[in-house]
Structure formats: structure tokens, C-alpha cells
């Protein structure tokens, strides 16, 4: 079952702008991860947020965690045009040990 | 990506054959899974093994078979039972904890003709 769920499904925004792409879940997590896919490839892992941490940053990568609101966002600063591709995120529910990931953001940066 | 193979890219299966998808690493971890992505969806789990001999079915299961002989090793047979074969098969590994990050292999596509 999918416990993750973004939001929204497809943005597209010009290069330089920023882009916030939200997870919503439904039970308490262990951890919360979010990975990238290029179109037609594998996935790459970018950022893992554990249950006690609000807030983890990578370059231009910034993640959010609200364990009261069961949420996550991500936020991808000053895009490019490298950046299009599709973000998930994934869980850790504490009542089990396997990662189930949403059904993606579609992230368009045009240049 | 990450020092996982799949092989082969793209792979075509005539109705009715059994099929296995390879997937080999050599990161040194002691997890491994299969996953299913139709277009447009998420990552669906087929089978996982945390350790050579033994493996664990997913939420996917019905159709598949995997085995896991060696640690750098885990291939998946896509059997004549799976109804709607044709999607994108990732493989991905872990160290042994199933709650750290995976890295993925550069996936197979199935077609089934």
C-alpha cells in the first residue's frame, strides 16, 4: 500500500525559481526519505530525515519534517533545467522496517 | 548508479514464457529488492532479502519468484502467472538495515508481447 502521497502531482516553473513539493502519510514513521528519478531510469536517493529531526538541508536541496501534521516538504532553490525529473518520497513506519514510496512528483524546469 | 546492474535493458516476452531479470551489486550490502513501477506510478514492492538463502515477499508477490544464492545476487523470474507483466523492474540494495537509504539500479523494462 502507498502510505506517501505528494503533492502536487506535476509542477513546472522557470529556471531560478524555487520548487516546494509536498508528502503527506498516514502512520507514525521511523524515517522519511526522498529520492529523484531521471525519466526512464533508476532512482537516486537525495535526502533521509529521521523522526526526531524538523529540518535537514543538501546544497540546494531543503527538507522539512512535521511529525504532528504527518508531513515533508522539499524544497529544490534557484532550479535548473537538470532538475526536471520526478521526486519521491518514502517511509518508515515504526511499526514496520520496509520503505513504501508515493506516487512521485513530476518537476518541469524550464530554461 | 551506484555500482548495481540490471541487465538486460529492455526485454521482450511472448505470452506464456517465464522471464528472469538479473540484478547484480557490488556495494558489499546485505539487503536486496525488486520493485515494480508502471508509468506514471510509484515504486511497488515484488520480493526483498535481507540475507543470502532467505527472502521475503512484498506487497506484489503473485507471479514472481526470486532467490538469493549469493550476496551479490538476486534475480527475479517473472512467471506465466503474472497477469499484467509488461511495466519497469527496478532493483535496488541496502546495507542490512531495510530502513536505510537504497540505491538503485538503472531499472529493465519488460514488454510482453
Known amino acids: 500500500s502507498q502510505q506517501g502521497e505528494e503533492d502536487p502531482q506535476a509542477l513546472s516553473i522557470q529556471e531560478g525559481e524555487n520548487a516546494t513539493m509536498n508528502c503527506s502519510y498516514k502512520t507514525s514513521i521511523n524515517n522519511l526519505q526522498w529520492y529523484r528519478q531521471n525519466s526512464g531510469r533508476g532512482l537516486v536517493h537525495l535526502i533521509l530525515i529521521r523522526s526526531n529531526e524538523r529540518e535537514k538541508h543538501s546544497g540546494r536541496l531543503r527538507v522539512t519534517l512535521d511529525t504532528s501534521k504527518k508531513s515533508s516538504s522539499l524544497l529544490i532553490t534557484a532550479s535548473r533545467a537538470a532538475d526536471t525529473a520526478s521526486y519521491f518520497c518514502a517511509t518508515v513506519p515504526t511499526s514496520g522496517s520496509r520503505l513504501t514510496f508515493g506516487e512521485g512528483t513530476q518537476l518541469t524546469v524550464n530554461p | 548508479d551506484g555500482g548495481i546492474t540490471q541487465s538486460p535493458k529492455y526485454l521482450f516476452r511472448k505470452e506464456g514464457q517465464n522471464v528472469t531479470l538479473s540484478c547484480e551489486q557490488n556495494?558489499?550490502?546485505?539487503?536486496m529488492y525488486w520493485y515494480r513501477q508502471d508509468p506514471g506510478q510509484g515504486l511497488r514492492l515484488i520480493y526483498y532479502s535481507q540475507i543470502v538463502n532467505d527472502f521475503q515477499k512484498g506487497d506484489i508477490a503473485e507471479g514472481y519468484s526470486v532467490s538469493r544464492e549469493k550476496k551479490e545476487s538476486f534475480p527475479l523470474t517473472v512467471t506465466s502467472a503474472q497477469k499484467n507483466p509488461t511495466a519497469f523492474y527496478l532493483c535496488a540494495s541496502s546495507t542490512h538495515r531495510t530502513d536505510n537509504e537504497q540505491f538503485f539500479g538503472p531499472g529493465t523494462r519488460l514488454t510482453v508481447l
Open positions: 556495494l558489499n550490502h546485505d539487503a
